[in-house]
């Protein structure tokens, strides 16, 4: 898979980060981060923005301002380049996720859990429209990375 070495580089995005801002809650799990960033870009970091939305998370400009305007070490949250220097970073973008499920986080799909799936409902289609259909592709995409991680976890917990 072309996206292996981000993917290695996005798993120690909630394990141990080089770096902590602020210490924030983290309810979305490693696995799914890696997810989201399938579905969103192939976990492609090369595309830096793509309409308005920027890094492997395409992470837009009023998430990042609803999520805290977080920015990268030795950045300030007023500077014309902290927005697109925090979604273009890994850690930092995947801290914006975070910040913004704390805030928008929901049972989007009414299964009475608040899980995965519905972050990725949330982050791809707003908190407002989450309970929404996600468009084929995202979804597709999204549902497959999910199951492959969840049979990856049973065989390895098996052996």
Request: glycine share 6%.
């Amino acid at each position: 898979m072309h996206s292996t070495h981000i993917v290695y580089f996005v798993l120690g995005l909630t394990v141990g980060g080089l770096w902590v801002q602020a210490e924030i809650q983290k309810p979305i799990t490693e696995q799914c981060l890696i997810c989201m960033c399938e579905a969103l870009s192939g976990c492609n970091a090369t595309a830096v923005c793509v309409n308005g939305a920027c890094g492997i998370f395409r992470i837009t400009w009023d998430q990042w301002v609803d999520s805290g305007r977080l920015t990268i070490p030795g950045d300030s949250p007023l500077t014309d380049s902290s927005f697109t220097n925090c979604a273009n970073d890994p850690y930092c973008a995947a801290d914006t996720l975070q910040s913004y499920m704390v805030k928008y986080g929901q049972d989007c799909n009414d299964d009475a859990k608040e899980d995965c799936y519905d972050y990725g409902a949330i982050h791809y289609m707003g908190p407002f429209n989450c309970k929404a259909d996600m468009p084929y592709t995202y979804e597709s995409i999204f549902r497959r990375c999910l199951r492959n991680a969840m049979r990856d976890d049973k065989r390895q917990k098996s052996s």
